[in-house]
């Protein structure tokens, strides 16, 4: 998986096209993209690859879901995750026996399972073990 934020500036280091428009201005239209070439294809929805910061699909998924095809649905993350695991068993040579398991993504899981929490990111950091500064998700020392 690759955030938005991340997708952007890798594009725009491999293309060499650089842009100062903000990135909710383009990634929603080269998601579109990627998803109708990939459905055009027979790929599954690489988009679904994309996801927030705090790990959850967000709107330039969705919209791309529609693109591809998909109806409006009630748990865009669910769909998401059915989507990821698609594209594993396409192209992920590591697969657990059995071809794997539709899963959220593991910074995600615990945001949805939070009450009245949309997202969870700085609550399921873990703080460095020498200066207690928050690190995404791993208890490992500051640089």
Known sequence: MITTKELGERVQEVSGARTTVLLQHWITKLLDAVATQAAAAGEPPLASLVVRPDGGAGAAYGRSARTAGDEA??????????????????????????????????????ARSAPGRRSSVRSTSARCTTSRCRSAGTARLCD
């Open 73 to 110: 649905v009630a748990d865009l993350d669910a769909l998401a995750a059915q989507h990821r695991l698609l594209c594993y068993q396409a192209f992920a040579e590591d697969l657990p026996d059995g071809g794997g398991r539709v899963t959220l993504t593991p910074r995600w899981r615990p």
